[in-house]
C-alpha cells in the first residue's frame, strides 16, 4: 500500500507528466514523454543493443516498458488475437500486464509455464515448466509466446526446438531477444560463471550471450520460417522503441 504522502507524490507526477503524445494500452495514462528506465551497462551501449541498457520507455503509471507494450501492439492490435477464442497459446515466462490481458480473453487454452514461479503476483495459473522439456504433445498450439528467455539458456537451440515441436504446423512463436545491432555474429561464453563478468560482457548477471544479427538463422536451422516485422511506427502512441523488430517466427504447414 502506497503512503499517503507517495499517493500526493505519484499524483503530482502523473499530472506533470500529462499528455497526448503517448498512450499506454495498459493503463490508459496519456503522457507526454516516459519515463526513464534500466541500467547503463558498457556492453550494452558499445554493442548498440536494443531494448537494453537505459533510456525513456516506462509508463510513469504502470510502468509498462517498450518492448511489453510492443507485444500488446502485436497480438492485440495487429494479430488480432482476442477475435478467435479457438486458439491454444503458451506463454513461458509471462509478461504480467500481457499475460492479464490474454488471459482475461478466455481462449480455448492459455498455459503459462515459468521455471521460477515465485515472484508472480498471479501464481495459480503460472506452472512449473522447463522450456527445454515442455509437458504437452507434438502439435499443440496454435501460438508460442517466449520472450527474454533464450539469452539465459546454454543450448538455445534445445529451447527453440522444443517450441517448435509443440507448434501446430502453421503454428506462430514470438521469440524476442536482447540482440546487437552493430554486430553481425552472436557473442557467447558458457563457460563464465562469474555474475559480475557475465554483466560485463553480456548485459546481465544471468545472461549467456549477446546474439547478434545471425539470431535469425539459429531460429531458422530448428525449421522456423522467420519474418522480421516492425510495427513501432505504425503504434507511434504506444511510445515503442523504432528499432525493435519483432521475430515472427512460424511452422510450416508442410515438413
Ligand atoms: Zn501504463
Request: proline share 5%; charged share 25%.
Amino acid at each position: 500500500m502506497m503512503s499517503l504522502l507517495q499517493r500526493i507524490k505519484n499524483k503530482i507526477k502523473l499530472k506533470s507528466h500529462a499528455g497526448s503524445v503517448y498512450h499506454c494500452p495498459f493503463c490508459g495514462y496519456n503522457s507526454r514523454d516516459l519515463e526513464v528506465v534500466g541500467h547503463d551497462i558498457p556492453v550494452l551501449r558499445e554493442k548498440q543493443v536494443i531494448g537494453g541498457g537505459r533510456r525513456a520507455a516506462g509508463c510513469y503509471q504502470c510502468h509498462s516498458r517498450d518492448r511489453e507494450r510492443l507485444l500488446y501492439a502485436f497480438f492485440i492490435e495487429e494479430l488480432k488475437l482476442p477475435e478467435n477464442k479457438k486458439i491454444s497459446i503458451l506463454h513461458i515466462a509471462p509478461e504480467p500486464k500481457l499475460s492479464k490481458v490474454l488471459l482475461a480473453n478466455n481462449f480455448k487454452e492459455y498455459i503459462c509455464g515459468d521455471l521460477f514461479t515465485e515472484g508472480y503476483d498471479y501464481p495459480e495459473y503460472v506452472q512449473n515448466m522447463n522450456v527445454m522439456d515442455i509437458p504437452f504433445q507434438d502439435h499443440h498450439f496454435d501460438y508460442a509466446i517466449c520472450n527474454h528467455v533464450l539469452e539465459h539458456i546454454p543450448e538455445d537451440t534445445k529451447a527453440m526446438k522444443e517450441l517448435y515441436r509443440i507448434l501446430k504446423p502453421g503454428g506462430k512463436a514470438v521469440l524476442q531477444v536482447p540482440i546487437s545491432k552493430n554486430n553481425q555474429k552472436t557473442h557467447e561464453d558458457f563457460t563464465i560463471a562469474d555474475q559480475n563478468k557475465r554483466e560485463e560482457l553480456f548485459g546481465q548477471f544471468d545472461h549467456v550471450r549477446i546474439y547478434g544479427q545471425d539470431y535469425i538463422e539459429r531460429l531458422k536451422s530448428v525449421g522456423f520460417t522467420v519474418h522480421r516485422v516492425n510495427i513501432s511506427e505504425k503504434y507511434k502512441t504506444f511510445g515503442l522503441n523504432p528499432e525493435e523488430d519483432i521475430f515472427f517466427c512460424e511452422k510450416p504447414v508442410s515438413q
